[in-house]
């Protein structure tokens, strides 16, 4: 600030504080007496208690309030007004904010955050064929889109090609359709995936997947270690939350932790996981479940990659997490910030990382689809503009936002470029993005992350205390947890202690639904004929070598990958792969599972 502009409000300050009294001696606006009665001039000890005790107390009484108490989705109490009181009195801006890129990574893990560079702005999308998708994703790209998020369909999850049994009425129906190095080829056809970043949601399947991407990216001549992106891989939360598991637990942590050796060797700036607690949101967990459940499963990929001999520096940096932004506005920051936090302290004391990028939490965000409504889904747009200020807000490395029309179909051009415009508006019109962490020192705020960090820990606390998370995943201890979550959260809804516009409180009679995106029903025929021609004009004795390879590896302790890169290369299916793995680890079924 300049000398004439410090004098200047200097001398704005001293005439405000020598007007305060007003004309007749009198503090407040036109010489008013204050309502509580107290003079200016007086030194009476005056606190929030006190202000609670008189001024609020006595508004309660006359007018009450909307509602007897108002919580978080975590059954946080939440309190009329903040103050420094509502925060430990040991604490400690020093020790529990830092500063960004710095211990504990309360405030970011980029020096500059979002002035630097703003988050990666993806939309996730894949129905149909993969030519479908790739006319898709050129699109997007066209429109402003900085990373590929793809979404695959349902016997891709479940390791099984389009033209088989099981597969029928479901190909392309939640994601694209990848059966072979054909699709994935096609799938990203006049995309340069060294120049991209690409996200996959895919967990069973994932090591497949990566090798398929991996082997056309060989193809376009891409630098293999120059590739960058995530698979999701989080196999522990499939068992928990969303069912699309294949083999058992243990030969599930085998094949990530062969991911886990195979990417810091070979590709080096890929996400190896994505440790994702936005499932486990989706099924009813509370803003602390998610923070606790999801780190007790990312201590448990930390430990079995540990307990195969890699270096905890050595992979550390490849992880990443992926959340859901929630509806509750304040408590979603503070998620994000106590998530970080605990991270940093789980990765430096627990497991002796030394390296600041094996400390850092780098998380994905994507806005709640179970907040979305079919009735009245324009109001989805609302809720998506909130969830995802949220996520910028909490510092997010990058976002999804959903179309409005998702609880109806899968998006329309118009409705996913509307989702995506979202995000702009947010990153180039409202300013958030023009400082770091800027709800930092907040009461609220900061009181709602301590008190989540404290919740969550209980968590993890318990989970240790069942022997980690596959033991607690196998005594069923996190899904009873979230089941109980969810069954509250219904509670509430239909007894009317929490409202959702347009469904439980101003609904109209009638609703119009938007023009939805209709699947040709041809897809999954043409598809699973495309998969059969295939197994006709390739080298069949190759593939049959390349499986036989993957099966003796499997048996014994053999890094996977390799392997599997090998079949992919020679057109061996995505099912195919995995009935050789069924064949060796068995198949995981849902008793077990819970």
């Not at 939309?123 to 064929?129: D, E, I, K, M, V």
């Not at 590929?148 to 099984?160: H, I, K, R």
């Not at 998610?290 to 990312?298: K, P």
């Amino acid at each position: 600030m300049s000398d004439e502009a410090t004098q200047s409000g200097q001398s704005t300050a001293n005439q405000a504080a020598s007007g305060a009294s007003g004309a007749n001696g009198a503090s407040g606006v036109n010489g008013a007496t204050p309502a509580n009665g107290r003079q200016a001039n007086e030194r009476e000890t005056y606190n929030a208690a006190s202000w609670r005790e008189t001024v609020y107390r006595r508004a309660v009484e006359k007018n009450g309030e909307r509602q007897p108490e108002f919580t978080t989705s975590s059954e946080i109490v939440v309190e009329p007004l903040y103050t420094e009181a509502e925060l430990p009195s040991d604490w400690n801006p020093a020790e529990a904010l830092g500063y960004p890129a710095e211990y504990p990574y309360t405030r970011g893990i980029q020096p500059t955050m979002y002035r630097g560079r703003l988050w990666t702005m993806r939309q996730y999308a894949g129905y149909a064929t993969a030519e479908e998708s790739n006319r898709r994703y050129r699109y997007l790209l066209e429109q402003g889109v900085t990373g590929l998020s793809v979404a695959f369909d349902l016997p891709t999850q479940m390791g099984y090609d389009a033209d088989h049994p099981l597969a029928e009425g479901e190909v392309g129906k939640v994601g694209v359709s990848i059966s072979s190095l054909e699709d994935m080829r096609t799938l990203f056809d006049g995309i340069p995936l060294e120049r991209i970043t690409t996200s996959m949601t895919i967990n069973a399947t994932a090591a497949i997947l990566l090798a398929l991407y991996i082997a056309v990216a060989r193809e376009q001549g891409a630098d293999i270690r120059k590739l960058s992106g995530t698979v999701q891989n989080d196999i522990l939360k499939e068992y928990i939350a969303r069912g699309t598991y294949i083999y058992p637990p243990q030969p599930s942590m085998r094949i990530i932790t062969d991911l886990f050796r195979y990417c810091a060797e070979e590709v080096p700036r890929w996400n190896t996981i994505s440790i994702s607690g936005y499932h486990i949101r989706e099924a009813g967990s509370t803003a602390a479940q998610e923070i606790g459940f999801t780190l007790a499963n990312g201590i448990a990929y930390v430990q079995a990659a540990i307990a195969v001999g890699l270096d905890v520096d050595k992979f550390a940096g490849q992880l990443s997490f992926f959340f859901n932004a929630h509806n509750i506005f304040f408590e979603e920051v503070a998620k994000f910030r106590a998530a970080r936090r605990m991270w940093a302290a789980i990765m430096r004391d627990r497991f002796g990382a030394k390296d600041p990028r094996s400390q850092m939490l780098r998380f994905h965000t994507q806005t709640a689809g179970s907040t979305l409504t079919a009735q009245q889904p324009d109001n989805n747009i609302v809720r998506t503009a909130y969830q995802a200020m949220a996520a910028a807000l909490g510092g997010t490395q990058s976002l999804h936002t959903n179309a409005k029309d998702e609880a109806l179909s899968l998006p329309t051009e118009d409705s996913a470029r509307l989702a995506l415009r979202t995000q702009q508006v947010l990153a180039y019109e409202t300013g958030i993005a023009d400082t770091i962490d800027p709800l930092a020192g907040s009461y609220y705020v900061e009181a709602l992350t301590d008190d989540l960090e404290r919740r969550a820990w209980e968590y993890i606390t318990r989970i240790d205390d069942l022997g980690g998370s596959v033991r607690a995943v196998e005594q069923g201890y996190i899904q009873s947890e979230i089941e109980e979550a969810a069954y509250r959260y219904q509670r509430d809804l239909e007894d009317g202690k929490r409202i959702v516009v347009g469904v439980n409180k101003y609904q109209q009679a009638a609703t119009s639904h938007p023009a939805l995106l209709k699947m040709d029903p041809e897809a999954g025929r043409q598809q699973a004929a495309k998969v059969a021609a295939l197994r006709e004009r390739r080298d069949n004795a190759a593939v049959g070598a390349a499986l036989a390879a993957l099966g003796v590896a499997a048996r014994g302790s053999e890094n996977l990958l390799p392997r599997i890169v090998a079949a992919v290369e020679v057109y061996a299916t995505l099912g195919e792969i995995s009935d050789t793995l069924r064949a060796v680890f068995g198949e995981q079924v849902a008793e077990r599972a819970m």
